[in-house]
């Protein structure tokens, strides 16, 4: 009972800060509305039982990338200039409200096997209880290859980044 | 509370986020709404595994949502990181930033 209401509660506030993202005129509240979406997801994060993810969402998204957004924001002068529609505000809507509609009925309209109904959920309990321990050892143990391979898509975004930015010598 | 219901939250969230996408022509809005629309994919992962999970999985494979997200949420910084980058660049040799008046490659 009081998971659903948590739930409710979290689904609106996340869908409302959303919306505000991509209607509000002025881009600097827009960056303020995007940090409150991300403090949605992750109590939908907790409501999942991945607390890893949801301390990772709010360190990464809530804490560095709203920050660096709301930076470069001010670095940019036309804040009062704002955050325009273009030209194909009618044609983008019409396209994603149909998609959202497809979206919901393929959703509501499957089978969805769901995994409480086997046998033994000794299995399920060890992997929510350990999650961390799990996520630790498998990074480092089946997914090792593509954990180094995200370092190096690190490195190399950070490099891009300073070389793009970089004062040009003429 | 059930997968359905994070579904279509999800679902959603991917549609204002793609909305944004389309709609905006400030480059800063845009790159927010792709966040969104990597976030709501994070959703989607972890509620299915979260509810939907092969029987007699090992405990890793039960929890192989959370490492689409870890994966997801690397690639979204560096992405962020990058296209700041490109806007700050491209704010500071044409001095403009909104899409319908970038128009170089028109010829």
Redesign the interface.
């Known amino acids: 009972m009081i998971?659903?209401i948590v739930?409710y509660i979290t689904?609106f506030i996340?869908?409302i800060s959303?919306?505000m993202?991509?209607t509000t005129k002025d881009?600097f509240r827009?960056?303020l509305f995007?940090a409150s979406?991300?403090m949605g997801?992750v109590g939908?994060?907790i409501?999942?039982?991945?607390e890893?993810?949801a301390a990772?969402?709010l360190i990464?998204?809530v804490g560095?990338?709203s920050v660096?957004?709301l930076f470069?924001?001010m670095?940019?002068k036309?804040v009062e200039v704002?955050?325009?529609?273009?030209?194909?505000?009618i044609?983008?809507?019409v396209?994603?409200?149909i998609?959202?509609i497809l979206?919901?009925l393929s959703?509501?309209n499957y089978e969805?096997?769901?995994?409480f109904e086997?046998?033994?959920p000794n299995?399920?309990i060890?992997?929510?209880k350990?999650?961390i321990y799990?996520?630790g050892?498998?990074?480092v143990t089946?997914?090792v290859v593509?954990f180094i391979a995200?370092s190096f898509?690190?490195l190399?975004?950070?490099l891009?980044?300073i070389s793009?930015?970089k004062e040009r010598e003429s | 509370m059930n997968l359905e219901s994070f579904l279509i939250l999800s679902a959603i969230l991917f549609c204002i986020g793609l909305t944004g996408v389309l709609i905006k022509s400030n480059i800063i809005a845009i790159l927010m709404s792709l966040e969104l629309m990597l976030n709501s994919v994070n959703i989607a992962a972890v509620a299915a595994s979260r509810y939907v999970t092969p029987i007699n999985a090992e405990p890793a494979f039960v929890l192989w949502g959370n490492f689409f997200a870890i994966f997801i949420i690397t690639i979204a910084a560096a992405e962020v990181a990058l296209g700041l980058a490109i806007v700050m660049s491209l704010y500071k040799s044409k001095n403009k930033i909104f899409i319908d008046k970038i128009s170089d490659l028109k010829g």
């Open positions: 998971p659903n739930f689904a996340t869908i959303a919306i993202v991509i881009i827009a960056a995007l979406t991300f997801v939908l994060f409501l999942l039982f991945a890893f993810l990772v969402q990464i998204y560095a990338i660096v957004i470069a924001i670095f940019t036309d704002g955050n325009p529609f273009s030209k194909y505000k044609v983008g809507i396209i994603c409200l998609l959202l979206l919901i959703i509501a969805w096997n769901y995994n086997i046998d033994n299995i399920l060890d992997a929510y350990n999650s799990h996520i050892k498998t990074l089946t997914l593509p995200s898509v690190l190399a975004a950070v891009g980044a793009l930015v």
